[in-house]
C-alpha cells in the first residue's frame, strides 16, 4: 500500500495532462476524421473536462493520504498544458481557421497575446508551489489557471456560435485577444479570490452544493450544440465568480493578509 497508494491521484493527474493534449490535438485539426463534431468545440470540451476533473487529483491524494512532491510538480505540469497552452492553442486556431485573412493580417497581435498568456500561466503556477500552496489557505492569489482556461476555451465557442469570427469588420473579434491578455494578467496578479469552502452558514453551503452539481452537469454536456443555454451559463458563472470574488478579495485584502500571516506564524511555533 505504500507506493500503490499513489496509483489513484497520479491517474487523474495523467488524464488531465493528456485531455490537455488532446485538447490542442482537436483545436489544429490532427483528431478531425475520428468526429462530426467540430474541433474548436471538441477542443474546449476537453479543456473544460480538465477543469471538472482538476479537483480529483487533490482530494483522491488526502483521500488515501498520497501527498508529494512529485504529485505537486506532475499537477502543475499537467495544468500548464491543460490551462495555459490548450486554450491559447484554441483561441489562436480558433481565427486561423474561421478567419484566414484576418489572422494573417494579425498574426503579430495574436502570437503577443499568446505568449503573454502562456508566459503567465507559467508564471502563475510556479508561484502557487513556490509561495502560495502553504500560505493561503482560504483564498486564491491571482486567477486559478483553471478560470482562466475555461473561460477562454468557452468564449470562443460561445461568440464562434454567434458569428463573430466572420464579421471581421466587427470590433468585437478582439475580444478572445483581450480576454486573453486579461486573463492571463490576472493570473500572476497580487489579487484575492475566495476559494469554495465549506461555510458557517447551511444556506450558503447548500447554494455552493446546487451550483456545483449544475456546473458540473452543464459542463459535461458541453459538447452538444442541442442543449440551449449551457455556453452562457459556464460564461456567466465564470465572470460572476471572478467579478464578486475579486472585488470582496479587494474589499478584504488587509484581512486576508493578516489571517495567513497570523496562520502561518502558528504553524511556526
Not at 136 to 142: E, K
Request: net charge neutral; charged share 15%; with cysteine.
Amino acid at each position: 500500500m505504500s507506493k500503490t497508494r499513489f496509483i489513484l491521484p497520479n491517474a487523474f493527474t495523467s488524464m488531465n495532462f493528456l485531455l490537455g493534449v488532446f485538447a490542442i490535438c482537436w483545436v489544429s485539426g490532427a483528431f478531425g476524421s475520428f468526429s462530426n463534431i467540430d474541433s474548436i468545440r471538441m477542443g474546449a470540451y476537453f479543456i473544460v473536462l480538465c477543469a471538472l476533473l482538476d479537483k480529483l487529483d487533490g482530494f483522491a491524494a488526502r483521500l488515501v493520504h498520497a501527498s508529494s512532491e512529485f504529485g505537486a510538480q506532475f499537477d502543475s505540469l499537467a495544468d500548464l498544458i491543460a490551462f495555459g497552452v490548450a486554450p491559447a492553442f484554441t483561441v489562436l486556431f480558433t481565427y486561423k481557421t474561421t478567419c484566414p485573412d484576418w489572422y494573417q493580417n494579425n498574426t503579430v497581435l495574436i502570437i503577443v497575446a499568446f505568449a503573454i498568456y502562456v508566459l503567465c500561466a507559467a508564471m502563475r503556477l510556479a508561484k502557487y508551489n513556490a509561495c502560495d500552496a502553504d500560505f493561503y489557505h482560504h483564498h486564491f492569489s491571482g486567477l486559478p489557471s483553471t478560470f482562466a482556461g475555461g473561460i477562454n476555451a468557452v468564449l470562443v465557442v460561445f461568440l464562434k456560435s454567434k458569428g463573430v469570427f466572420e464579421n471581421t469588420e466587427s470590433a468585437v473579434i478582439f475580444v478572445p485577444i483581450f480576454v486573453m491578455l486579461i486573463t492571463g494578467i490576472m493570473m500572476v496578479s497580487p489579487l484575492f479570490l475566495p476559494k469554495l469552502q465549506p461555510r458557517k452558514s447551511q444556506a450558503i453551503n447548500i447554494f455552493q452544493i446546487v451550483m456545483i452539481i449544475i456546473t458540473y452537469i452543464s459542463g459535461f454536456t458541453f459538447v452538444s450544440e442541442k442543449i440551449p443555454f449551457v455556453t452562457e451559463y459556464l460564461l456567466l458563472l465564470m465572470a460572476c465568480y471572478i467579478v464578486i470574488g475579486f472585488g470582496m478579495g479587494i474589499a478584504n485584502r488587509k484581512q486576508i493578509i493578516a489571517e495567513a500571516e497570523q496562520e502561518a506564524a502558528k504553524a511556526n511555533k
